[in-house]
Structure formats: C-alpha cells, structure tokens
C-alpha cells in the first residue's frame, strides 16, 4: 500500500491559501470528489486500489498525528521502529508527502527523499511522529515577490492565492505529479 498525503489546514478560510497547496495537488491527482472523513485517522480519505490519498485534518503543523495513524492501522510501520528514535526506516517507496515550499518560487518544484523539514512544521511533525526523514515529497514553490516584503512567512503561507499565481501553480501540477507517479 501507498499513502499519498497532501499537507494543508482544514476549514473553509484556508481554501485556496498558500498552506493549502498539498491539497490543491492532491485534489488534482486524485479528483476533488469522493473524499470522506475517516475519524480513526483524524483526516479525509480517498482510496484507489493500492493507494490511500490522505489529508489531515489536524492543522498543519500536526500532520504527524493524521499520518502516524494511518501507518500503524495498516501495519507500514517496522515493529522495531514504532516508539524508538531509530531515524533510517525507508519509507521512500511507502510514504508520499505533497507540501508547499517557501525556498522555491512560484511554478517550481522538487522531488526531494530523505531530508530534512527546512522549517516546514507540517514535514517536521510528520518526521517526529514516524522517527524516519526517509520518505518522498513533492514540493511546490510558493515564493513570490510578496514574500520579500515586510511580511513574517507564517502570514505570508495563510494568504490566498490571487488567480494569476493560482493558475501559475495549477500549471505546475501536471508535470510535477506525472514526475512523482513515476516513483510510486
């Protein structure tokens, strides 16, 4: 089984935010319709075959919690790992995490495995909670001009995107997810 996992912040006033981003993608891969919530994980899910798409719905900077449930239900976690601090359990080909990124601008992405969360407290929870960095992302650039303003990032990332950026980075989707389909 592969879990796909969009990072973003549930509600109705973080649709369309930067933070959102993870879930915009998602909802691109794997269409906007059928999701359900699935309390025992604390997150919205869609399943298709061998694959589980998931969006926490934890806020962002507690990902962790959503993702650790969903592992331990289906057992992807190594009983050797499961409450230890032991960080090199692959997951690379198990996990997949989509996520904003504030070192890339707008339209760029990066698959990056095995790294660590450069400040980005949604990964961060993900990687305290599993014990390993060892998994695969998709990062999606969300660093614009505005952001070289007086402008603290954890504001900039809850702002909504205007329709040129939105429609700048719904352009990157197709070549950045045709990208991580070839890994999972």
Known sequence: ?????????????????????????????????????????????????????????????NSGESVYKVLSFYHLLAKQFIGRTKKDQDLSDTVFVIHDDL????????????????????????INHLKTKNFTRLRLGIKTSLLRQPIPPEKFVLQRFDRAELDTLKNTFEPSLKALEKLI
């Not at 089984?1 to 915009?24: E, S, V």
């Not at 998602?26 to 997150?43: R, T, V």
Request: charged fraction near 20%.
């Open 103 to 126: 070192d890339l601008d707008l339209g760029a992405w990066k698959i990056s495995g095995d790294s660590r969360s450069a400040g980005h407290r949604g990964v961060q929870s993900i």
């Open 1 to 61: 089984m592969q879990i796909i996992i969009g990072l973003g912040n549930p509600g109705d006033n973080y649709a369309q935010t930067r933070h959102n981003t993870g879930w915009l993608a998602l909802d691109y891969l794997a269409g906007s319709n059928d999701w359900h919530l699935e309390k025992k994980f604390n997150a919205m899910i869609k399943q298709s075959g061998d694959r589980l798409y998931l969006k926490p719905q934890t806020f962002m900077n």
